[in-house]
């Protein structure tokens, strides 16, 4: 099963309820190029792996108007995407924003079928801004840290005094924000301090972690303070001193032993009785075998699920429960990611209903000509096992008229989604090329990754799946 039912659960609590110390959250707007369009607002809560939740969503309605409310306990930056942008906002609690959205614009055709495209980030405009707005100390911050970070670099490159340059550049700097008693934009800008003293290496590691983590709150949704930690672990070896070396996931400790086991053995003088710090530092570790390769799926999926039960921090069980999504994602006999696209009746159809029947879904467009040669092979397959496979095609490429005329010339009768209203699935089914084939089983797993296309003799496995599965 996939994390993201205990991940709504958790997020409707810290959301959601009243009871919390939290407050209510109101967001609106007037943006009359967006009407009709559907804005989903997000959460970043998991600054390790990076994936954010999805909190609301809303029409556009004809005059322009939408608007969100929700409950946050916390600041938590949300993001929406405009289309070629992803607008920022970091929200404070019990407060009402009144965004300003830039003209919609339209990705190009290119943009639309890369999966990985990144819309540039930008902070929102608030009409009803107070004079310290937070989200103005931010960008105002970022907008002259990179200027901070050139002048240090250049001022050390002609004194010898390294640390004391370094002190008195921050110091003429940080004295417009002294007045500030904003404690998220303080804590920002620390650790955005502290990551200039890393770079240069101002006594090193170690006196960043003793100065900046050790006996202090981890601030899971501080994107500075995060920056800060991935940047001081972001090597295996580079952590090894201050864990122990069960963390270490090349050298088979770690391999046999659950997450707790794993806790127990690592030394106390790196946390100093901080548990917390110490969980968190685990799973970057484990993060990090996963990129590196050297780390088995299998057994790091089942450390994952140990942590997800063993783990009493709500936050830890959310970013391992993410990190699993992460590693099953497209994996032999986990689950196929969940969508959910309108078909050529302009009807949603979801992969959740279509369990029950194997399900050979492929990713294509009419522009493609390898991928129309085939629809005749499918149009064959369809006739000949309709009673045992659901042929699902998914079109990535135009608008919904054109989908929907395309299919008109033809004599097609298996499923066709066309992807406009979620065209994250390219990203989620990693499709570089078309055509790009799976199959998936009738509980919803995945069993041939990809799969062979029709003219590459796709019959025969399936022969083999039928066969392998009846023994």
């Known amino acids: 099963m996939k994390f993201s039912k205990y991940l709504l659960i958790f997020f409707f609590m810290v959301f959601h309820q009243q009871s919390f110390s939290g407050g209510l959250v109101v967001i609106s707007g007037n943006a009359p190029s967006y009407r009709g369009h559907l804005l989903r607002l997000q959460a970043c809560n998991d600054y390790l792996t990076g994936i954010e939740t999805l909190l609301a969503e809303t029409s556009v309605d004809e005059d322009g108007n939408f608007g969100f409310s929700i409950n946050l306990e916390k600041v938590c930056r949300l993001s929406i995407k405009l289309g070629i942008y992803k607008g920022l906002l970091f929200a404070e609690p019990g407060k009402n924003y009144q965004l300003i959205l830039p003209p919609w614009a339209d990705k190009n055709q290119a943009q639309l079928l890369n999966p990985y495209f990144k819309p540039d980030e930008i902070y929102l405009g608030i009409n009803n801004k107070d004079q310290n707005n937070l989200n103005d100390l931010l960008r105002g911050f970022d907008d002259h840290y990179d200027s901070l970070m050139s002048e240090t670099i250049l001022a050390i490159a002609y004194k010898r005094t390294v640390k004391h340059t370094v002190d008195s550049i921050l110091a003429a700097f940080d004295r417009p924000y002294q007045p500030v008693g904003n404690s998220f934009f303080l804590d920002y800008r620390t650790y955005r301090y502290a990551y200039i003293r890393l770079i240069l290496t101002i006594g090193g590691n170690q006196k960043i972690i003793r100065d900046y983590f050790l006996n202090k709150p981890v601030l899971y ?195 066709f989604l066309f992807y406009g209203n979620n065209q994250d699935i390219m990203k989620q089914y990693q499709v570089l090329t078309f055509p790009t084939y799976y199959l998936i089983d009738p509980y919803g797993k995945l069993v041939l990754v990809p799969a062979p296309s029709p003219r590459e003799d796709f019959e025969t496995h399936f022969y083999n799946v039928l066969k392998k599965r009846n023994n």
């Open 221 to 415: 949704e501080n994107p500075a303070y995060m920056d800060l930690f991935n940047e001081v672990y972001k090597n295996a070896e580079i952590s090894q001193g201050e864990v122990a070396d069960s963390t270490k996931m090349t050298d088979g400790k770690a391999a046999n032993k659950t997450y707790n086991a794993i806790l127990a053995s690592m030394p106390g003088n790196h946390s100093a009785g901080n548990n917390e710090l110490k969980e968190i530092v685990l799973l970057k570790e484990l993060f990090n075998s996963y990129y590196e390769k050297n780390f088995p799926p299998f057994r790091l999926v089942e450390l994952l699920d140990s942590t997800i039960v063993q783990t009493r921090n709500p936050r830890i069980k959310i970013i391992a429960g993410n990190f699993r999504d992460k590693v099953t994602a497209l994996m032999v006999g986990y689950d196929a990611p969940l969508f959910e696209l309108l078909d050529r009746d302009n009807q949603h159809v979801k992969l959740i209903d279509l369990r029950g029947k194997y399900v050979y879904l492929n990713f294509c467009t009419f522009s493609n000509l390898p991928c129309l040669e085939e629809f005749g092979l499918l149009n064959k397959l369809n006739h000949d096992h309709s009673d045992q496979i659901e042929i699902v095609t998914v079109i990535c490429e135009g608008d919904y008229k054109n989908f929907t005329s395309e299919l008109l010339k033809k004599d097609y009768n298996w499923t």
